[in-house]
């Protein structure tokens, strides 16, 4: 599985003043079927560690606050 080293280009990107992972929610990790989100320990926020993402958007829609982005490319729309 290929790790995920830049940010600004994966499909699911989670913006950090809006996830709440630090206070306890780990609802986008939980519903990943591919099980590539995690908690990142030193900021307490989601992020996406590998780039093995199906698109298939229950992270994104579970997501409490909408801190969940996940970007389909144009060809697969």
Do not use: F, Q
């Not at 099980?35 to 030193?42: E, F, K, Q, S, Y």
């Amino acid at each position: 599985m290929p790790i995920a080293n830049t940010p600004t280009s994966l499909p699911v990107v989670v913006d950090g003043d809006r996830c709440i992972a630090d206070k306890g929610c780990t609802v986008c990790v939980d519903v990943c079927p591919l099980d590539v989100l995690r908690i990142d320990p030193a900021t307490g926020k989601a992020y996406m560690k590998y780039d093995e993402c199906w698109y298939c958007l229950p992270c994104e829609k579970d997501c409490p606050t909408g801190a969940v982005k996940v970007h389909i490319p144009y060809l697969l729309r």
